[in-house]
């Protein structure tokens, strides 16, 4: 029975920066691909990021190359999105979810089988 918590969103200039926790329920997190995914007001879901089982295998969406990162820690049951370098347009809801097929895919959302309830990210000056 996985259950996924996220934490660290809030209010952040644009060009800031900000880490965004995701904590597992389980000690088997490794058997999880994780992603991160978002909804802007007004907007359908989005998908971010996406992270393999053991962390060897990322993707990013366009909009975010090169500003964010994710990553995992299995010991901790924990996956990490850090975000720098963050705009306006990066204000939304940010969610994580876990597939237990060990997949991930940005655009397949509806994929994925456990969900965090979200954490509010606002870059704003």
Same mark, same amino acid.
């Given at each position: 029975?996985?259950?996924l918590?996220?934490?660290?969103?809030?209010?952040?200039?644009?060009g800031?920066?900000?880490?965004?926790?995701?904590?597992?329920?389980?000690?088997?997190?490794?058997?999880?691909?994780?992603?991160?995914f978002?909804?802007?007001?007004?907007?359908?879901?989005e998908?971010v =990021? *996406?992270?393999?089982? &053991?962390?060897?295998?990322?993707? /990013?969406?366009?909009?975010?190359?090169?500003?964010?990162?994710?990553?995992r820690d299995?010991?901790?049951?924990?996956?990490?999105?850090?975000?720098?370098?963050?705009k306006?347009?990066?204000t939304a809801?940010?969610?994580?979810?876990?597939?237990?097929?060990? =997949? *991930?895919?940005?655009d &397949?959302?509806?994929d994925?089988? /456990?969900?965090?309830?979200?954490?509010?990210?606002?870059?704003?000056s």
């Open positions: 029975q996985l259950q918590v996220e934490s660290g969103g809030g209010l952040v200039q644009p800031g920066s900000l880490r965004l926790s995701c904590a597992a329920s389980i000690f088997t997190l490794n058997y999880y691909a994780i992603g991160w978002r909804q802007a007001p007004g907007k359908e879901r998908g =990021s *996406c992270i393999s089982r &053991s962390g060897d295998s990322t993707n /990013y969406a366009d909009s975010v190359k090169g500003r964010f990162t994710i990553s299995n010991v901790k049951n924990t996956v990490y999105l850090q975000m720098n370098s963050l306006p347009e990066d809801v940010y969610y994580c979810a876990a597939s237990y097929r060990g =997949s *991930c895919q940005l &397949s959302w509806y994925m089988d /456990y969900w965090g309830k979200g954490t509010l990210v606002t870059v704003s």
